[in-house]
C-alpha cells in the first residue's frame, strides 16, 4: 500500500501539468484568433475604402490611424506610378511600428527604391540612379538590424551593392600621409659614397 499514495500524488501532479498546459495552449489559440480578427477588420476596412474610392488608395491609407493600412496601400500605390506616396507610407509606416510589421515596411521600402533605381537606370541616367540605390541599401540594411535572417532583404542588399559598391574607406583619392614611421621603411637608399 506504500506506493498507492505516491501514484495518487504522481497523478495529481500530471493532471496540474495538464490543466496548465490545456490553459497555456487555449490562450495562445484566443491570442491567434484576437489576431485574426484584427486582421480581417484592417482588411474590411481597406476594401470598403478602396471599393469608395478605387483610384486613390494612397490618400485613403494617409488618413487612416493603422500602418498596417499605410503598407498595403504603399504597393497599389507604387504600381499606379505613385514612388513618392508609396515611399512615404512605407517610411511613415516603419518609423510607427516595431516587430514584424516594419521589417516588412523597411524591406517594402528597400524594394521600391531598389526597382526605381533600377528603371532610372534603364533609362540612362546612371547618376540620378545612385541616391535611389543608396536608400535602397539604407532600407535593406535597417531591415537585417531588426532581423538579421530576412534572406530575401540579404540578397537585395548585395544585388544593390553590385549595381552601386559602398567606398573603400582607404579609398578617398587624397594621397597618403606617411608618417614618420613609414616614411623610413619605404625610402629608398641611396650612397652618399665613400669616406
Not at 497599389?76 to 516588412?104: C, H, I, K, M, N
Not at 594621397?175 to 619605404?186: F, K, W
Request: glycine share 6%.
Amino acid at each position: 500500500m506504500a506506493g498507492g499514495p505516491v501514484k495518487r500524488s504522481a497523478r495529481g501532479a500530471l493532471r496540474i501539468a495538464l490543466l496548465l498546459a490545456s490553459a497555456a495552449m487555449a490562450g495562445a489559440l484566443a491570442l491567434e484568433c484576437w489576431q485574426l480578427a484584427r486582421a480581417q477588420e484592417v482588411n474590411r476596412q481597406l476594401a470598403q475604402r478602396l471599393a469608395r474610392r478605387p483610384e486613390q488608395p494612397a490618400q485613403l491609407a494617409s488618413t487612416a490611424s493603422d500602418p498596417r493600412l499605410w503598407v498595403a496601400a504603399a504597393r497599389p500605390s507604387f504600381s499606379a506610378g505613385g514612388v513618392a506616396q508609396a515611399a512615404a507610407l512605407l517610411r511613415r509606416a516603419a518609423d510607427a511600428s516595431r516587430g514584424e510589421l516594419r521589417q516588412v515596411a523597411l524591406y517594402d521600402l528597400g524594394n521600391l527604391y531598389l526597382k526605381e533605381a533600377l528603371r532610372v537606370r534603364e533609362s540612362g541616367a546612371d547618376a540620378s540612379a545612385l541616391p535611389l540605390l543608396e536608400l535602397a541599401k539604407e532600407s535593406y540594411r535597417s531591415a537585417l538590424l531588426e532581423r538579421p535572417d530576412l534572406w530575401d532583404a540579404k540578397f537585395n542588399l548585395e544585388l544593390a551593392l553590385r549595381l552601386a559598391p559602398d567606398p573603400d574607406p582607404d579609398d578617398t583619392g587624397a594621397p597618403q600621409i606617411l608618417t614618420g614611421e613609414r616614411a623610413v621603411t619605404t625610402m629608398r637608399a641611396f650612397t652618399l659614397g665613400l669616406p
